[in-house]
Structure formats: structure tokens, C-alpha cells
């Protein structure tokens, strides 16, 4: 097993659930965030930018794996080429890494950086393991509560698998922990929803009632949505947590004692 795994976007919503999974296993773990933190966890934390390419160098050096999370909505593509080219030429002998499902298929300007990013690991000379994965349930909850200020809400011709980030996060231990295996099974959720049933079944964990507008996505992005190009029906591993419980969770849980807000 490797001395040290260093895992790049530690502090964020996937890490968090990586990284006591790591602890549980045995290895030592170094995270790498643009935020710092204090050690006490368990954990060495390292600083810099992976997009200005800052502070790559140190945190690579005597690493075996790397657990590549880090990401946003731009710049993943530069962000991953300063990796790799620090982590080859530190050693390192596993590099694993996740994408989104659709990221070869779906003709958006994110997506083309999460798939020139991939081409990055695949090109690296670094054996690696590639997991793609559909969107979060967290994320699916920001936009539905966002949009749940709205007095009316629109909801897009879109159809998505939400999966639960945790299971994302105990596939991705599990695979870098084992052997470099390439582009792997693609991890979505139990369930394909709507827009309008995602944003319906917030909308009733919240207590809150608005009306919805069906809204058509325009241009080449909006025909590859209506195709299910951003779904994986064949060949995938689905989770188990569905939206609703995790709506049951996260929702029920925030909600007021003294009664549903609705308004």
C-alpha cells in the first residue's frame, strides 16, 4: 500500500466523505486545497492552485496515488494538466480521478474541460483510473432551492440520474486503493427524474408550493439534454440512495419545528 495518498480537493463536498474513508483504510493521507487547515485529523494539509499551477510540486513529492477531486466550473483541463505533469515527473504510480457522465457526448464549455481533462490523465504516462459520475443529489438540491425563491419556477426539458455522493466517494476509495484500471463503469443513480420531478419532490419535502413552467433547452446542448446524453443506461453501476430519501434526510432535517414555510 502506498506510504502517502494525496488527495486534491479534500475540503470540498466529496472529500469530505473520501477522506475518513482513507483514515478508516490505514494510509496516510495529504489533502491539497486552495483553503488550508489545521492538522489534528489525521490528515497533512498542503496549499496552492492547481489552475496557476502553485504549490503542485511539494505536494506530490513522495506520493504513490493521487485521488484527483478538485474541480469547477472552469479551468479543470489546465488545472489537470499542471497535475499530471508534476506528478509524473514526482513518481507517482497510480492516478485516479473523476469526470461526469456526458462529458464526450454533451456540447457545453464545462464539459469540454472535464473531457480535455480526462485526455490529460490518459495521456499522462501515469496509470490511471477514470470514474465518471452522474451529478450529485447536493447539487440538484442547491439549484432546486435556488430556485425555489422564484415565484414561478422553470423547469428545462432535461432528464437526470442524481446519485448520492457517498457512494460516489466509497467507489473512489475503493478504486484507489486497488490496481490502475482504466476508464471504469460509469456510477449514477438508482432513478432517471425530470427536472419537474426533481424540483416537485423538493418542493413537497420543503412544504412550499410553486407553480412550474416547462422551459425548452435551446441549440445543440438542449438536443443532446432531449437525447438522454447526460444518462448512462447501459453497462452502469447504480447507487442505492434516492432522491426522495435523501430529500427525507436533508430536508426533513432543515425544516422548522413550528411548520412547513409556505409561502
Do not use: C
Not at 31 to 52: A, I, N, Q, W
Request: glycine fraction near 12%.
Amino acid at each position: 500500500m502506498a506510504s502517502t495518498i494525496l488527495v486534491t480537493g479534500g475540503t470540498g463536498t466529496l472529500g469530505r466523505h473520501v477522506i475518513p474513508l482513507l483514515l478508516d483504510a490505514g494510509p496516510e493521507v495529504r489533502v491539497f486545497s486552495r483553503h488550508g487547515r489545521e492538522p489534528g485529523d489525521g490528515v497533512e494539509y498542503m496549499t496552492g492552485d492547481l489552475v496557476k499551477g502553485e504549490g503542485i510540486e511539494a505536494a506530490v513529492e513522495g506520493v504513490e496515488i493521487v485521488l484527483h477531486l478538485a474541480g469547477g466550473p472552469k479551468g479543470d483541463d489546465e488545472a489537470t494538466r499542471h497535475l499530471v505533469r508534476a506528478a509524473s515527473a514526482a513518481g507517482v504510480r497510480h492516478l485516479v480521478s473523476i469526470s461526469v457522465i456526458g462529458a464526450d457526448r454533451v456540447p457545453l464549455a464545462w464539459l469540454r474541460s472535464k473531457l480535455a481533462a480526462e485526455q490529460a490523465v490518459a495521456g499522462s504516462g501515469i496509470p490511471w483510473t477514470k470514474l465518471r459520475a452522474a451529478q450529485f443529489h447536493d447539487l440538484a438540491l442547491t439549484l432546486a432551492e435556488k430556485m425555489a425563491k422564484l415565484p414561478v419556477i422553470p423547469a428545462p426539458g432535461m432528464r437526470l440520474q442524481p446519485v448520492d455522493s457517498r457512494e460516489v466517494a466509497a467507489r473512489l476509495v475503493e478504486l484507489t486503493l486497488g490496481a490502475p484500471a482504466g476508464l471504469v463503469p460509469d456510477l449514477a443513480g438508482p432513478e432517471v427524474h425530470t427536472m419537474a420531478d426533481l424540483l416537485g419532490g423538493y418542493l413537497r419535502a420543503s412544504g412550499r408550493r410553486r407553480p412550474m413552467l416547462p422551459v425548452r433547452i435551446p441549440g445543440k446542448a438542449g438536443r443532446a439534454y432531449r437525447a438522454g446524453e447526460n444518462l448512462s443506461l447501459d453497462g452502469v453501476v447504480l447507487g442505492k440512495r434516492t432522491w426522495e430519501e435523501f430529500l427525507a434526510e436533508r430536508v426533513g432535517r432543515d425544516r422548522s419545528p413550528h411548520g412547513a414555510d409556505k409561502s
